[in-house]
């Protein structure tokens, strides 16, 4: 056999090597596509879920103030979370300095949604950050019994009944949850608050703000959350 022979069948082969791997690469690459389609290939909607927060009933049973909440949130391919959060806060507080006495009740809400931080958005836990906008409307009882001036020696008293205030807010949020057996799922969340804009009473500053908590521009929060999948 020539050598002129020889190299062109080597080359025959080479080039047909290569064709069979080309071929084989772009099969397992059309095979890979495939199977993240079918993988992926999820419905939009997964569904809902609802929670209750159980930190803030513990927080009002033992101190002055605290709030009860509920939050329904829908699940936009595992991925994305549309969530609202509604919640009733309440305080009654004696300041044993001043002995100013504060009480206040009123409803609250935040709107916002949670994205899933996972790289397996399917997974049945979560790890996820998030963003609400918050308001409230409330009104404010201050009163402080009657003492006597220490300059005048005439008694004074203060009193303020009823007083309306509002005010709206910004959250970061960062939680997680976990699947603890079928729909039932725990969760806890740290919050990041920003106070936007606020009417505070007459008084000024209110001492704490339904859903907000104790009064402050900034402040952190938490959640603790029993969740139900449907």
Not at 2 to 16: A, G, K
Not at 134 to 153: H, L, Q
Not at 170 to 194: C, S
Request: with cysteine; charged share 20%; net charge neutral.
């Amino acid at each position: 056999m020539t050598p002129m022979r020889n190299t062109s069948t080597y080359f025959s082969r080479l080039t047909f090597s290569i064709l069979l791997m080309v071929a084989a690469a772009t099969s397992a690459h059309a095979q890979g596509k495939l199977f993240a389609l079918v993988k992926d290939s999820i419905p939009l909607f997964r569904g809902f879920s609802v929670s209750i927060d159980i930190a803030g009933p513990m927080a009002k049973a033992m101190s002055d103030h605290g709030e009860y909440e509920a939050a329904l949130r829908i699940n936009l391919h595992d991925q994305y979370f549309p969530i609202v959060e509604l919640g009733y806060g309440e305080a009654d507080h004696n300041d044993e300095v001043t002995q100013l006495s504060y009480s206040t009740k009123a409803p609250y809400f935040r709107i916002g949604c949670d994205l899933n931080l996972l790289k397996n958005k399917h997974a049945p836990n979560r790890i996820y950050g998030g963003i609400r906008y918050a308001f409230t409307s409330y009104k404010v009882d201050m009163s402080r019994p009657t003492i006597e001036d220490p300059i005048w020696g005439t008694p004074t008293s203060f009193e303020i009944t009823g007083e309306s205030c509002n005010q709206h807010w910004a959250e970061l949020v960062f939680g997680i949850d976990a699947k603890i057996f079928g729909p039932l799922h725990l969760g806890w969340n740290v919050r990041y608050k920003r106070r936007l804009s606020h009417k505070d009473c007459s008084a000024g500053n209110t001492w704490y703000i339904p859903g907000y908590g104790k009064y402050g521009d900034t402040r952190l929060g938490a959640n603790f959350n029993v969740i139900i999948d449907i």
